[in-house]
């Protein structure tokens, strides 16, 4: 089993930043990948970006290329996602969650989510 905590949500002006984090604790070494998700009411669950838990290797959605970065710290077991330049279409609860086993897996495991505002 593996557990997800997300943190770092909050409000932001439009142009400014936040930083997410995902803690993965338990069995992290059957772990494909990572992933950001977020939703507004009312609308499907969207990709935002993810990151190979093996090599790094990210892959963004087209609305935040350039703008948003994730990034692991091995040592503590998190991912986090470094957001710039913030627009109010931003503004939706973000999920982490995981692939485990191969790309074919669907992700789950979610954590809580965190809200973030960005105000115009």
């Known amino acids: 089993q593996v557990q997800l905590v997300e943190s770092g949500g909050g409000l932001a002006q439009a142009g400014g930043s936040l930083r997410l984090s995902c803690t993965v604790s338990?069995?992290?070494?059957?772990?494909?990948?990572v992933g950001w998700f977020r939703q507004v009411a009312g609308k499907d669950r969207e990709f935002v970006a993810a990151?190979?838990?093996?090599?790094?290797?990210?892959s963004y959605a087209d609305s935040v290329k350039n703008r948003f970065i994730i990034s692991r710290d091995h040592a503590k077991n998190t991912v986090y996602l470094q957001m710039d330049n913030l627009k109010p279409e931003d503004t939706a609860i973000y999920y982490c969650?995981?692939?485990?086993?191969?790309?074919?897996?669907?992700?789950?495991?979610w954590g809580q989510g965190t809200q973030v505002t960005v105000s115009s």
């Open positions: 338990g069995r992290t070494d059957r772990i494909y990948a």
């Open positions: 969650g995981i692939k485990m086993g191969s790309s074919s897996v669907p992700y789950g495991s």
């Open positions: 990151m190979l838990w093996i090599n790094q290797r990210a």
